[in-house]
């Protein structure tokens, strides 16, 4: 879905309810944002942006654009990469 639209962004961040069941260092998520939305992987459902923060009060945010993951990744052979 991220790829195929070009207007989202790629969002990383620490979760609060992964933190307390896992641990700090396996709280890392991803999710998607386009305007004013979040949509999320796991769960296929769609959120208002501001209720998704609220509910899961992520931290230690990244995002990237579409545009910025495909000339960052373009590099690697064959499309191979960590992500």
Same mark, same amino acid.
């Given at each position: 879905m991220f790829l195929a639209q070009p207007s989202s962004i790629l969002v990383r961040g620490n979760i609060k309810t992964l933190e /307390? *069941? /896992?641990? $700090?260092e $396996? #709280?890392? /998520?991803v999710w998607i944002e386009m305007d004013d939305y979040v949509y999320d992987p796991t769960s296929l459902y *769609? /959120? $208002?942006k501001d209720l998704y923060y609220k509910i899961y009060e992520p %931290? #230690?945010? %990244? $995002?990237? %654009?579409t545009e910025d993951y495909i *000339?960052?990744? #373009?590099?690697f052979p064959n499309g191979a990469h960590d992500d």
């Amino acid at each position: 879905m991220f790829l195929a639209q070009p207007s989202s962004i790629l969002v990383r961040g620490n979760i609060k309810t992964l933190e /307390y *069941k /896992y641990g $700090k260092e $396996k #709280s890392r /998520y991803v999710w998607i944002e386009m305007d004013d939305y979040v949509y999320d992987p796991t769960s296929l459902y *769609k /959120y $208002k942006k501001d209720l998704y923060y609220k509910i899961y009060e992520p %931290t #230690s945010i %990244t $995002k990237i %654009t579409t545009e910025d993951y495909i *000339k960052e990744f #373009s590099a690697f052979p064959n499309g191979a990469h960590d992500d």
